[in-house]
């Protein structure tokens, strides 16, 4: 059964860091390109943060750049999303994705798996 699934969401003040887990199974991530997106109430889901499968391209929304950063860890089949300096415009369920899609445009289209989401709350 392919599944992603996410973890590591939570409450956290302004300025805070948290960081966000997801975990492949049924097939192998490295072979996907991979993404972070968010959805905040009211709005459209948009993307964070989006990699490529074969080097070391990286894609950024202006938002999050220098305060975010993703990790693809193939050893153990996840990828991971370290937020820092967290802010209140922050706050949204993020979702990991996987698919055949280019990672240097980062919009949902394209990206076949989906996890679930994880809530993160960025209040004071």
């Known amino acids: 059964q392919v599944q992603l699934v996410e973890s590591g969401g939570g409450l956290v003040q302004p300025g805070g860091s948290l960081r966000l887990s997801c975990a492949a199974s049924g097939f192998t991530l490295k072979t996907y390109a991979i993404g972070w997106f968010r959805q905040a109430p009211g709005k459209e889901r948009e993307g964070v943060s989006c990699?490529?499968?074969?080097?070391?391209?990286?894609y950024y929304a202006d938002s999050v750049k220098g305060r975010f950063t993703i990790f693809r860890d193939s050893a153990k089949n996840t990828v991971e999303l370290e937020m820092n300096n967290l802010q209140l415009e922050d706050t949204a369920v993020y979702y990991c994705a996987a698919g055949y899609a280019n990672p240097l445009v980062c919009i949902p289209v394209g990206y076949d798996h989906w996890g679930q989401g994880t809530q993160v709350t960025v209040s004071s």
């Open positions: 990699a490529s499968t074969i080097d070391d391209n990286t």
